[in-house]
């Protein structure tokens, strides 16, 4: 939302936006273990909004370091972990699962259908086999 016209509230601001929490990939990486430590000592599943929490700071700001070339490894990872803490917890019933699966198809974009889309220049045709049916 944008702010009404003639705000006057950043006048004088000497920065723009909101402050970042970590400076660095190596920083961030850092902060991550911190919060894994945290979990491991509080027996919880790793995950992204946790490690938000744990540093007091909001999802979307997490998501605006995907947008810096230098923190894409790191984001990768911390996502490969936080996925994989909620797979296993899950797994040795240590959480709840159905709420691990929901986390795991709105932040990790599993799913478990496929949707077909198509458009009016390239339709999709589907052909069933039915030779494959009788397998």
């Not at 991550?32 to 490690?51: A, D, I, S």
């Not at 490969?80 to 040795?92: D, F």
């Not at 478990?112 to 589907?126: A, M, N, T």
Request: glycine share 6%; proline share 4%.
């Amino acid at each position: 939302m944008a702010a009404p016209k003639g705000n006057k509230n950043a006048l004088g601001c000497k920065t723009s936006g909101r402050p970042r929490i970590f400076d660095t990939p190596e920083a961030m990486w850092n902060g991550f273990l911190e919060y894994r430590e945290h979990c491991k000592l509080h027996v919880k599943p790793l995950n992204k909004t946790g490690f938000c929490s744990f540093h007091d700071t909001y999802k979307d700001l997490f998501n605006e370091y995907k947008d810096k070339v230098e923190f894409t490894g790191v984001i990768k990872k911390i996502e490969n972990q936080c996925e994989n803490s909620l797979i296993e917890s899950a797994q040795l019933n240590l959480a709840n699962s159905a709420m691990n699966i929901f986390v795991l198809k709105n932040h990790h974009k599993y799913t478990d259908r496929q949707e077909l889309l198509g458009d009016k220049e390239s339709p999709l045709h589907i052909v069933f086999d039915k030779k494959a049916e009788k397998l």
